[in-house]
């Protein structure tokens, strides 16, 4: 077991988000003008409902809608719009627009990464938790073989573009999802976790987007000192190791899992490693204030086989897990599998 704690930012990080008001009206139209040529990514949800705002502010650029949801995260999609840019006649000095969640950010990504060896692309995240976390840093991927983000780069965007007036449209749902990535976020950030506990309402839409700025801070702080995941940059994997094998096996959404993920994560701190249990147990009572989902549907020994399959084990086949274990601290834990099936079943009958 490996016990890292997460220090305080070191510099101002000069990031390439910007926090912006009337982004479709004006600061992407804005930023547009810079390039030769754009195409614009979305999904068919986004497209529903801010089709008519782009073809006001953004006349004659060309849109291209995924069928929503994280079953189309995949190759056929990939490739669909690698098509769609080549037909749109994009060029090395033209720009793809990812407006929409994370799929449709993640795709996007890896598509203005592939197509001619890597085009601008410009991020503008309409979900709680694209734009605290996954328009920033860089992680583009489509799942494949079922495993969750097996196919992807790190490149990072010319510029993301965060306007909580999105917000307004999202169902519940996708509140709970964004608030998952920010507990993990507050179980990194001791200033955080202290708002987040003290917060009346979490879903306030107004205490949201005041507390999406320091996310995003706090994120691009991480991902500047180490961009391509060698080392501190694993602590945004918190929870997520149990998170994506619940994720490949439910249909919750990635935040609902990852605020599962914690839950167990935090348990398993609690049997394995040297840990503050009264702080797990208030990160753990958080993450249960968001959550909606009934923990007794998780199936424990399908997510824990699933578990075998993610990027971050070890080749010897143990499962390694970023566990929560104390403010603003984690361990790595890495557990032979039958060993960590185990517990997730002993958690789960201890939890319901
Ligand atoms: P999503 O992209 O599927 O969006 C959720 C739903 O909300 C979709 O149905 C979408 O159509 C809809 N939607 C989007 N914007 C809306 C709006 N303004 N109003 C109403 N509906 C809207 O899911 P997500 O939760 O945004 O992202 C999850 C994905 O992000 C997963 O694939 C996960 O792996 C990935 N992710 C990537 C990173 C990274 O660093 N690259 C980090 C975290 C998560
Ligand atoms: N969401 C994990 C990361 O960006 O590293």
Known sequence: MKIITIKAASAAEKSVVRCRKKVMEKALPAALNGYRGALIFTDTNVYGLYGKKLARYLPGVPVFAMPAGEKNKNAETLFSLLGAMAEAG???????VALGGGV???????????????????????????QVDSSVGGKTAIDF???????????QPALVLADPAF???????????????????????????????SAPDLFDLGFLAGIVPENIAFKADVVRRDPHETGLRKCLNLGHTTGHAIELCTDLSHGECVLIGLIFEAELA?????????????????CKRVLSCDLRSVDVSAAAELARLDKKNETNGRVVVCAPRARASYALLTLGYGE??????EIKEKLC
């Open 90 to 96: 994009l060029h090395r000095d033209s720009v793809l």
């Open 104 to 130: 449709v950010g993640d795709v996007g990504g890896l598509a203005a990464a592939l197509y001619m060896r890597g085009i601008a692309c410009i991020q503008v995240p309409t979900t709680l938790l694209a």
């Open 145 to 155: 073989r079922g495993v969750k983000n097996l196919v992807g780069a790190f490149r």
């Open 167 to 197: 917000f307004g449209t999202l169902p519940r749902r996708e509140i709970c999802c964004g608030l998952g990535e920010i507990v993990k976020h507050g179980a990194l950030s001791a200033p955080l976790f202290e708002r987040l506990v």
């Open 270 to 286: 609690k049997k394995y490693a040297v840990c503050d249990g009264a702080y797990l147990d208030e990160l753990i009572a958080l």
């Open 340 to 345: 960590y099936a185990h517990a997730l079943a």
